[in-house]
């Protein structure tokens, strides 16, 4: 009997330490019974590990008295203290959703009470009282997604040192991109002076032909000894008018987030670092980051214009990219994001459901180039002149360095830690009709690049006769992978997206830097 009622007023001490925590409001008596009959009370000492990194436990935790630090391990071993924990608070509670390893551990800061709930022993509890404890875990996730946007928006960083470039500031980078249009039956066409207009977006140089520098000679260099060169730690150069665009974002506060990763974006080398380092080891995330955007959710506003700071700080080394012809440099860079904006049009366009941001695919996908230029600095120059290429880009490539830009590319993502969406795009984005996975995201980015050459934004000077943009192998895949597709006429197509590209390319070459 004397037992009995030890246990009984145990238990009434249990729940009154439960109703004084929010986590409990509007549970009843009865219902906190239940949840104690179906879970563990711990008491915990200070110092005591409740969750271990890289683990799959799937465990719950409400802290009901006491406090606890979240940690995780860096690489050299060194313990980083992501956030402390109080009364009240939950941790571990991706356990009930997911499979996923820990990302981070959990250690108690002081003598603690912690409930600890499995999720199948909840589950044999009643259906009222399972309903009350997820929709309780739903608004504390909903509160925490809430407070994290708002410290997207108002996290201040302190005292970064600016960025300064050698250049002369160029062009101001382009304003944020307006939605793209929907899906039009008709399209009319503009007058033929208008399309004409548009047809670049700077009028091209004359190129004084006893100035580029000497053709190399032919190469047979062995692939493994340029895939070690190119993932050694080569330093890749930054456009100079984003570089300047950005230096304003990287001291202080960063009041306007949306057009800090804009500007960002307007440039592939910012872009894959700043993805490469919120895909790194320190975030540990279970699934890949893989736009600007979700980079600053990762790891913060402050830790984004770090890495910037420390890349436009190397915005010298554009006076050197492909031989030092800022014709050159300005094609690789008006190509890159004119690229994208196409693709991001042709999405829309044809209504194609694609998870990777295609912008940034497009952004990527000759990122190889610019690895190249380091191994042979005197073959892109040789594009100025006329009937260099006699074949095409890649097997100019193949026969002077040893291997073509998509292969360069896909190594140096691999060394990035780039998704592999983008790596199959800048490996395929030539030959589309190898893609065995990605192959919509490979034929969206394959077909804009003929667009975007067709309206001569590119490097060096355009083939003599291309073959006719209908017959590229990116519209099969389309229609095999989006069946909608198969009932339209391609040549009809072409003709209204290019209409649609006159009426919208006054908009998309204001977005590019150059």
Known sequence: ????????????????????????????????????????????????LIIKEDTLEKVFYILVKGNVSVF??????????????????????????????????????????????????????????????????????VTRL????????????????????????????RPPRPPAP?????????????????????????????????APKIMAVAKEKIKRRIQSNLELAVNPAAAARLSSFLVGDCDDTRK????????????????????????????AVNSV???????????????????TAKVVMGG????????????????????????????DTIRLNISEDVYLAGLFHDLGKLALDRQQPLFYPQQLRPDFVNKDICSAEHEYIGIDHGQA????????????????????????????DNSLLIAIIHLADLFAKERGIMMGRAAASPPPLSSSFGWILLQEQHHPFLDINIDSFIQSFNDELDRMWGDISTLIIA
Request: proline share 6%; hydrophobic share 45%; charged share 20%.
């Open 1 to 48: 009997m004397k037992q009995k009622q030890e246990h009984s007023t145990t238990l009434d001490q249990q729940i009154n330490f439960l109703k004084k925590i929010s986590f409990f409001q509007n549970f009843d008596d009865h219902e906190l019974k239940q949840l104690l009959a179906v879970s563990r009370w711990l008491k915990v000492p200070t110092g005591t």
């Open 293 to 311: 955007p979700h980079a600053m959710v990762t790891m913060g506003i402050k830790s984004v214009q770090e890495v910037v700071a420390k890349e």
């Open 260 to 287: 800090f990763a804009e500007l960002i974006s307007c440039d592939p080398v910012l872009s894959a670092k700043v993805i490469q380092q919120a895909n790194s080891s320190f975030y540990r995330r279970s699934s």
């Open 409 to 436: 590319g896909c190594w140096l993502g691999e060394k990035m830690g780039i998704p592999q969406p983008y790596l199959d795009v800048m490996l395929l984005h030539h030959a589309p009709e190898k893609a065995r």
């Open 72 to 141: 995780i391990t860096v690489e050299d071993g060194k313990k980083v203290e992501l956030t402390c924990l109080t009364t009240g608070a939950t941790f571990g509670e991706m356990a009930l959703i997911s499979e996923t390893r820990r990302t981070a551990g959990v250690i108690t800061t002081s003598e603690s009470y912690i409930l600890m709930v499995e999720p199948d022993i909840l589950n044999q509890a009643s259906v009222f009282l399972q309903l009350k404890f997820y929709r309780r875990f739903c608004e504390i996730l």
């Open 182 to 214: 929907p899906v039009k039956k008709t399209m009319a066409a503009p007058a033929p002076a208008a399309a004409n207009k548009l047809q670049t977006v700077h009028p091209a140089k004359e190129i004084d032909i006893s100035k580029l520098p000497p």
């Open 320 to 347: 050197e990219l492909f031989g030092g012809f800022a014709q050159l440099a300005d094609g690789f860079w008006l190509h890159a994001a004119a690229v994208g904006r196409i693709a991001e049009l042709l999405k």
């Open 146 to 173: 809430i407070a994290a946007n708002k410290r997207m928006g108002d996290l201040s960083a302190s005292n970064v040192a600016a960025a300064t470039s050698a250049a002369e500031p160029s062009p101001p980078a």
